[in-house]
């Protein structure tokens, strides 16, 4: 279950009690509040008066009593390494600060393709892209990232942004905080919608693409063997699933 607020999750099988809760926990705004003033998954800089560009990207290691101490390391550097691919940043190197916080720093070739998180509008179509590969360590197919990051660098990704242990809802609202947009999308048959929205998630990240780069992003992962996953659409901010509503964007971040 979704790291953040788990307790408090796990008390109700009502999707909107939870969404409520979100809407009403100051603590839970303030939390978003920092993807919408920077929303990418990396942070940029420029080193060298613009001669380059790196992104620095941070993950803390979940909690001991959840994990040995191998796989908590791996799994914080998994999320490093995916905020990266996310943000169009070519994977340089990572270090381990004192076994709880991993740091990943990457090259961005071209600073005028870096990809933003937040969804750019209403109508774009939204994907999620990529499968955890094994369950019991969080490793995944580093392919996927490099073929993520190639897909930005060709211009067919509007915005990426990956899924992190709060789970897919959580991380949809990130993506619609920074422009107020929302979404409106389809549950998986084969998972209770409270494991699909609050579980956590099979796939890598959260990808929209517009009209015009569709057809070639989808015809670009399946030539590469990427999964994809249809998910919905970018609406103008309500946040729907199936015939659920979750009211609006704005009822989740800081007047």
Do not use: W
Request: hydrophobic content about 40%.
């Amino acid at each position: 279950m979704v790291e953040l607020y788990e307790s408090k999750i796990s008390q109700t099988d009502d999707l909107v009690d939870i969404a409520d809760f979100l809407t009403e926990d100051p603590q839970y705004k303030k939390s978003v509040q920092k993807y919408i003033n920077n929303p990418f998954d990396a942070d940029i800089e420029r080193v060298g008066k613009g001669t380059f560009t790196v992104a620095i990207s941070k993950a803390d290691s979940p909690s001991l009593d959840k994990f040995d101490p191998a796989t908590a390391v791996t799994k914080a550097t998994t999320e490093a390494l995916a905020k990266l691919a996310c943000t169009g940043a070519r994977f340089l190197t990572t270090k381990n600060v004192d076994d709880r916080r991993i740091t990943a720093l990457g090259l961005v070739k071209d600073k005028k393709k870096v990809a933003s998180m937040a969804f750019d509008a209403k109508g774009d179509t939204i994907y999620l892209v990529g499968n955890i590969e094994d369950e019991s360590d969080f490793q995944i197919n580093n392919k996927t990232l490099g073929v993520i990051l190639k897909a930005i660098e060709r211009d067919l990704i509007t915005s990426a942004h990956h899924i992190s242990s709060n789970g897919l809802f959580i991380s949809l609202l990130e993506c619609c905080a920074p422009n107020e947009l929302g979404f409106d999308i389809t549950g998986d048959a084969e998972y209770e919608d409270k494991e699909f929205l609050f579980g956590r998630s099979r796939h890598l990240a959260i990808i929209t693409v517009n009209d015009e780069q569709e057809n070639e992003l989808v015809d670009f992962l399946f030539n590469e063997d990427i999964p994809i996953t249809l998910l919905g659409h970018v609406t103008k901010g309500e946040l729907r699933l199936d015939d659920l509503s979750f009211g609006y964007i704005d009822d989740y971040i800081c007047e």
